[in-house]
């Protein structure tokens, strides 16, 4: 990394070449910026040298994480003043270089960060630190609802452009805590259509022009989904929705969803919980 003088406007640039990649700051920016300018842009650059492209500035289903880390022709003012990576950006890394199979298309997957990024309809989460698949964290779920109304849940957007022969499903691992009831679960991904219109003179990659100005459908609709399953008080048992299709759309708003059982039942622990595409 080092500092050099920058036309007037650019806050850095990152060279990818395999054997001298280098993350390039400007000067100018970095001696009035201080701090909060070194974190969003050094933060940026090294996501390209990691293989990450632009994105538009309201990527993120997330309101608060806008605009993401990746995004293009926004002030880096603009940006999170948290130092920690935004969902979107950690799901693009767990998407190009997580070591499960298949492309994963989540956040926290193990519950390592907590809670974060994650919610619960009709019902309560907490977090255990051990005790997981590898005994490592995983999500505690009690339902208030019933058995078609309660999950724990992420959404995320994926830009995919003109992409096609894509297919999605989803994947929870679960356990029940007690024998004293049958603990049953369903796998989920529901979607909402992403559209986008417009062209302010920024490149965006797969075919898009400009994914600032995008709308979303209101309502989701269900993409694959399991058959509830009984699983197990001994050890974590694995449910997986069929692969489905899905057609070429500008992109996808994604939502997971991990049901568990009916209100007045016991807990259901939930670890490595996640979208998968291929």
């Known amino acids: 990394m080092r500092l050099d003088a920058l036309d007037d406007g650019q806050y850095g640039y990152a060279d990818c070449d395999d054997q001298h990649p280098a993350l390039v700051l400007n000067v100018d920016y970095a001696t009035a910026g201080g701090g909060p300018y070194f974190y969003k842009v050094v933060r940026h650059e090294l996501l390209h040298l990691l293989g990450a492209s632009h994105t538009g500035k309201d990527d993120s289903a997330a309101t608060a994480d806008n605009p993401v880390t990746m995004a293009t022709c926004v002030s880096y003012g603009n940006f999170t003043g948290a130092t920690a990576i935004d969902?979107?950006?950690?799901?693009?890394?767990?998407w190009a270089y997580s070591a499960l199979s298949n492309r994963?298309?989540?956040s926290n997957i193990g519950y390592e960060n907590g809670l974060a990024d994650w919610g619960a309809s009709n019902g309560t989460v907490s977090n255990a630190a051990t005790g997981g698949i590898y005994d490592s964290a995983y999500a505690s779920y009690y339902p208030t609802g019933t058995s078609a109304d309660s999950f724990l849940r992420q959404s995320m957007r994926l830009w995919t452009g003109n992409d096609s022969s894509v297919e999605f499903r989803a994947?929870?691992?679960?356990?029940?805590p007690?024998?004293?009831?049958?603990?049953?679960?369903?796998?989920?991904?529901w979607t909402r259509l992403l559209s986008e219109s417009g062209n302010n003179g920024c490149a965006y990659p797969r075919g898009l022009q400009n994914?600032?100005?995008?709308?979303?459908?209101?309502?989701?609709?269900l993409v694959s989904q399991s058959a509830a399953?009984?699983?197990?008080?001994?050890?974590?048992?694995?449910?997986?929705s069929p692969w489905t299709s899905v057609s070429v759309?500008?992109?996808?708003h994604l939502q997971l969803r991990?049901?568990?059982?009916?209100?007045?039942?016991?807990?259901?622990?939930?670890?490595?919980?996640?979208?998968?595409?291929?």
Do not use: C, M
């Open 178 to 189: 007690s024998s004293a009831t049958t603990t049953r679960v369903r796998a989920a991904l």
């Open 211 to 221: 994914p600032n100005n995008e709308t979303v459908t209101a309502n989701y609709v």
């Open 258 to 278: 991990a049901y568990g059982n009916s209100s007045g039942d016991y807990a259901v622990w939930f670890d490595h919980v996640r979208a998968e595409e291929r």
């Open 104 to 106: 994963q298309l989540k």
């Open 229 to 240: 399953e009984t699983v197990s008080t001994g050890s974590w048992t694995s449910v997986n």
């Open 171 to 176: 994947v929870i691992n679960a356990r029940s």
């Open 87 to 94: 969902r979107d950006s950690e799901i693009y890394l767990n």
């Open 249 to 252: 759309r500008d992109g996808w």
